[in-house]
Nanobody, 127 residues
């Protein structure tokens, strides 16, 4: 089992920044691909960003790739999402997820590839 706990969400004005953190415990963190997903009210959960187990590869959705940066610290068993130039459309509950599978460009964005999920943290961007 792996437990994931997100933090860092909150209310921010449009154009502002937030840094989300996800603390992991349990299994060998460095073996897992880590992803960030989000779900806005009335919408389906969508992929935001992911980072390979060693941190050398990152992926991001087109809507955030120029504004959000994913990183990880395997010693601290943590993954981060630095969110810059936030927009009201970024308002959602953000979830951290872990995958023990071998992911690639064809599937890193698919939520069913991830085995463990956090409880989510709310991000609200005001206009």
């Amino acid at each position: 089992q792996m437990q994931l706990v997100e933090s860092g969400g909150g209310l921010v004005q449009s154009g502002g920044s937030l840094r989300l953190s996800c603390a992991a415990s349990g299994r060998t963190f460095e073996n897992y691909v880590m992803g960030w997903f989000r779900q806005a009210p009335g919408k389906e959960r969508e992929f935001v960003s992911a980072i390979s187990s060693g941190g050398g590869g990152t992926f991001a959705s087109d809507s955030v790739k120029d504004r959000f940066v994913v990183s990880r610290d395997n010693d601290k068993k943590a993954v981060y999402l630095q969110m810059n130039r936030l927009k009201p459309d970024d308002t959602a509950v953000y979830y951290c997820a872990a995958s023990g599978r071998i992911l690639n460009a064809a599937n890193y964005y698919q939520d069913w590839m991830y085995d463990y999920w956090g409880q989510g943290t709310q991000v609200t961007v005001s206009s």
